[in-house]
């Protein structure tokens, strides 16, 4: 390639000479940086710290504390939405905002758009943080968030940061865009798009409201149903969330790394052509692979098919930005021994290579059926966030210290230490989950001899874990204790800064109008072939790209289509054609109780560690019943899959467990009923009461989604009372506690009664044929 | 920051951002080939298995691997009556009471507790029973459910062998001693008859 020739220049002639002469004089906003890099360090403490709570009561449920907003099922949301949109989010900000500015020669489109997408992002984590223990989530990972927070998410993404980063290309000053800033477009749009896709809901108390004129509950004002239900409910999340991962969490990553790391090792990029194959195969491939999160699951097995080998072929074009970065180093290697900085990056990188060569790994059906539900997942995603989001964040404010707060950094001995302690904490964390993952999954299906579960009871496989929560627990603290010495090292750097930050001046000349293009290159074959020559100059000499480097919009509605394109193959059949979901006729709605006791399910969170997923795998049926069908979730939303099992699956446990004292004695103390269970007591579940009033509304929403309730559409309340009764009768004549009727622990064991019994009754039509025969 | 290294890593480009600097490296080759390699495999992987009548679906494999697996787990006794002679035989069979107890294990010891010593079911150990008064009801019971849906049905779960064996087994666990300190569930029901002898031609060989 020639692309070294591929050299344009500003206009031309006497006009252009004077343009040229002009130079524009601006400052870059660096007070926004340092905003966001303080904000990245206190979220990343309390993402972790809750973390390490969370770890903790996995190794010892009384950490719980009996108190419903700490518990397991409630917090963890809270730690992954903190993890990822609060501390990686906060620091993908600091690095777009830094690097923006300077790769467009211009200063931020808007300081008071700046302003208003800082605080609004903080206002987001701080309502997220109040409302998740509070039990308000829409019960689907990493989008949990209720529909309040989620229409403000869209407007501080879109409205705020978007058209400040779009408004800083317009008017940049650099001709062509940097590879580092093709990442943050495709972050910022496909973010956009996923975002606002896997969250199209209807609220119940807005729709109570219209109907009513007030609402109900605050509970229902809260709520939302989603538009999607079931195996559509499931595909759209994990379309959402593996590119939650893609575009949050690696792109504007990937960005980051562009910017920085060839800025702190001083080298120039390993090859540009690699850049450009790599981020297009990146945005058009990741797209694809969300539904490998769904193997063995009810989904289409064509959708999950695709899922694996889009995965697959993605390893190389992750592998691409891993080998820009580490070759990028070539003469720099020597430094790395030094400077804290390299080594974070090196290590970050280096996590990066490994868990994207996992990714597809794990994606491979067969290796899927082990590690799926397990602690594998769980070591995977921490070498992801630990690893590499967290190792690139701490290089980059390591590196951005010292410039930002105009001094030197306090102690390069403890940002030293910092990286140390950070990788023997993520070393004894993966390893341990990696141990766990893989033991686990190993005893759920092992048989022995004689041809029976080996460990019958799921329980067995909980406690063998133990040993290695603890191991977790301590990485997780030694990661945790490394962030709190780098945040004492950028504080105490900061107290050193100088009395006036210094804002150099930047001179760079605006965009001349009447800019030439380079003139095309010959085409190196001689064969006299056009397609030939085309393809030659435009894509194998890179003419083609290289222009499209100074056209944002153009490149950024290329990023659009690629990703969009991409989506609706998957879709477009996802929604329309019908063996996808195969309606079971004897599949009937929830009653009323059932309906709220589901909304319990899903507020308690009850799905971060519990599966209603059976899987076609020998020994899942063996163990917990018929596999589960597409058919039998249509009436779920949002679908309960779930993606791990902590505690057992319990798609089948109406069948298995139908019985109402049991679950009972079992919310108020597990261990009552299952020695060495590690599920945390739900005390709170006895004394809160059903809002039965609220119910109505509830029913009227999911009506409104096609949900066929005949007589419950004006009779729901009454209809929840009696069943509530009889549930409290069943557990009070067992000698179980008296006066449950009103409890919310009846609504909740209603629904765990009706799990997974529907396709053993007869289809709705035999049922009146036989009352007719009467 | 562009140093003049270009022979040794690479040929620079002209461009420049912010002091960033771009070698002209190719990709290298074996990233190509794994990536072409992986795309390959990709096409011929979603057309065999999503086309091909000589792919096996999940469902069909699962349903082989139940086939195969009861299979050979109840070839030598082929299929068991749930009569009171095949119950009363099969109590304290060292071959297949294991099975039995794997069975129970996984599936009634929430209820019936680990020993059979009752938590929200009946406690198993003791004279007395509730929806019962002869051994061949143990199997009725499994098969049907009872105590209007408490007993959940296990028909439609456990292969007929299955049942018949866990009758056995059940049978078996009346009379058995409970260690001290265990907390038991209060007898339920009536006292019924104690199961008929084993019959002298099956037991002793």
């Known amino acids: 390639m020639s692309a070294a020739r591929l050299q344009g220049h500003e206009g031309g002639g006497a006009d252009a000479a004077r343009a040229n002469d002009h130079l524009d004089e601006f400052v870059y906003d660096d007070k926004i940086v340092r905003m966001f890099v303080w904000a990245t360090l206190l979220w990343a403490f309390i993402a972790m710290l809750v973390g390490v709570v969370l770890a903790l009561q996995l190794a010892l449920p009384e950490a719980n504390l009996g108190l419903a907003w700490v518990t397991f099922g409630r917090l963890r949301p809270l730690h992954t939405n903190a993890a990822i949109f609060a501390f990686a989010g906060n620091a993908i900000f600091a690095a777009i905002y830094y690097s923006t500015q300077r790769l467009c020669k211009a200063r931020m489109f808007s300081d008071r758009l700046s302003r208003l997408h800082f605080w609004g992002w903080q206002g987001i984590i701080v309502s997220a943080a109040l409302t998740l223990p509070l039990g308000f989530t829409q019960g689907k990972e990493y989008a949990e968030l209720e529909w309040p927070i989620d229409l403000a998410i869209a407007v501080v993404w879109v409205g705020f940061f978007g058209v400040n980063f779009f408004g800083t290309l317009i008017r940049r000053r650099e001709r062509h865009m940097y590879v580092a800033l093709w990442f943050y477009i495709a972050t910022i749009v496909t973010v956009a798009i996923l975002h606002i896709f896997n969250n199209l809901w209807i609220p119940v108390g807005v729709l109570e409201f219209f109907k009513t004129g007030e609402v109900s509950s605050f509970d229902n004002l809260m709520k939302s149903y989603p538009i999607y239900s079931g195996v559509q409910d499931a595909f759209m999340q994990w379309w959402y969330g593996h590119n939650a991962v893609a575009f949050f969490l690696t792109t504007p990553f990937l960005g980051l790394m562009y910017y920085f790391l060839p800025k702190a090792a001083e080298r120039p990029i390993f090859s540009y052509r690699l850049s450009i194959v790599h981020f297009w195969s990146i945005v058009f491939i990741y797209i694809w692979a969300g539904p490998h999160h769904l193997h063995y699951t009810a989904l289409a097995a064509w959708a999950s098919s695709l899922g694996m080998v889009f995965s697959l072929m993605l390893w190389m074009p992750s592998w691409g930005g891993m080998i820009n970065g580490l070759l990028t180093l070539r003469g720099a290697w020597n430094k790395v021994a030094t400077d804290p900085v390299l080594k974070f990056f090196v290590v970050g990188i280096t996590f990066y290579g490994m868990s994207t060569f996992e990714g597809p790994m794990l994606s491979i059906k067969s290796v899927n059926a082990l590690s799926h539900y397990t602690d594998w997942t769980i070591a995977h995603v921490h070498s992801g966030t630990l690893g590499w989001n967290g190792f690139m964040t701490f290089g980059m404010i390591y590196w951005l210290a010292p410039r930002l707060f105009q001094t030197k950094l306090y102690s390069v001995k403890a940002a030293t230490a910092h990286f140390w302690i950070g990788t023997i904490g993520i070393l004894l964390y993966v390893i341990s989950m990696y141990t766990a993952g893989v033991t686990q999954g190993l005893m759920w299906r092992a048989f022995d001899s004689t041809g029976r579960l080996a460990y019958p009871q799921f329980i067995e496989t909980v406690t063998r874990l133990a040993p290695f929560y603890w191991i977790r627990a301590i990485g997780g603290t030694m990661y945790l204790a490394s962030v709190g010495l780098g945040i004492w090292n950028i504080w105490m750097t900061w107290r050193t800064r100088p009395p006036q930050y210094d804002e150099p001046i930047q001179y760079a000349a605006p965009l001349s109008k009447n800019y030439q293009d380079p003139p095309k290159p010959e085409s190196r074959l001689h064969a006299n072939i056009a397609f030939g020559d085309k393809v030659d100059v435009n894509i194998l000499q890179g003419w083609w790209h290289r222009r499209l480097e100074r056209f944002p919009m153009k490149f950024t509605v290329l990023v659009i289509v690629a990703v969009i394109v991409a989506s609706l193959f998957e879709a477009i059949p996802m929604f329309t054609v019908k063996s996808v979901v195969k309606t079971i006729d004897s599949v009937q709605p929830y009653t009323p109780l059932e309906l709220y006791g589901r909304d319990l399910y899903v507020a308690e969170g009850c799905y971060n560690c519990h599966s209603q997923m059976i899987r076609p795998i020998f020994a899942e049926t063996k163990r917990y019943g018929e596999y589960s069908k597409a058919g039998e979730s249509i009436y779920d939303r949002p679908f309960q899959w779930g993606s791990r099992r902590i505690g057992p699956d319990l798609a089948r446990e109406g069948q298995t467990n139908p019985n109402a004292p049991w679950h009972a004695r079992h919310f108020a103390e597990p261990t009552d009923t299952s020695p060495g269970s590690i599920m945390p007591s739900y005390p709170w579940l006895f004394e809160k009461k059903i809002e039965f009033e609220s119910i109505q509304a509830r029913v009227d929403a999911m009506a409104m989604l096609g949900v066929p309730y005949g007589e419950a559409i004006n009779n729901a309340p009454q209809m929840a009372r009696e069943q509530a009764a009889a549930i409290a009768l069943e557990i009070e004549s067992d000698g179980g506690r008296p006066n449950l009727a009103d409890k919310q622990v009846v609504a909740l064991i209603a629904y765990l009664k009706r799990l997974g019994t529907d396709i053993l009754s007869p289809p709705a039509g035999d049922a009146t044929a036989a009352g007719g025969e009467e | ?205």
């Open chain 2, 1 to 205: 920051m562009t140093q003049p290294d270009s022979g040794q890593y690479g040929h620079l480009l002209e461009h420049e951002y912010d002091g960033i600097a771009e070698y002209d490296n190719p990709t290298p080759g074996w990233w190509h080939t794994i990536f072409l390699g992986s795309v390959l495999f990709s096409v011929f992987y979603f057309f065999f298995f999503t086309f091909s009548p000589m792919a096996l679906t999940e469902e069909e494999q699962h349903a082989e691997a139940q086939r195969r697996e009861f299979q050979k787990l109840f070839a030598e006794i082929g299929e068991l009556e749930a009569d009171q002679a095949t119950i009363l035989s099969l109590m304290g069979d060292p071959q297949w009471m294991p099975v039995a107890e794997g069975v129970f294990a996984t599936n009634c010891v929430s209820c019936h507790g680990s020993m059979g010593q009752g938590l929200v079911g009946p406690n198993l150990t003791d004279d007395y029973f509730k929806n019962l008064t002869e051994i061949t009801q143990i199997a009725e019971v499994i098969q049907n459910g009872a105590a209007s849906g408490a007993m959940p049905a296990w028909g439609n779960r456990l292969h007929p062998n299955e049942i018949v064996l866990l009758a056995a087994y059940v049978a078996d666990m009346r009379g058995r001693t409970i260690p001290p300190g265990t907390r038991t569930r209060d007898p339920e029901g009536e006292v019924i008859p104690p199961w008929p002898p084993v019959p002298d031609s099956v037991s002793g060989e």
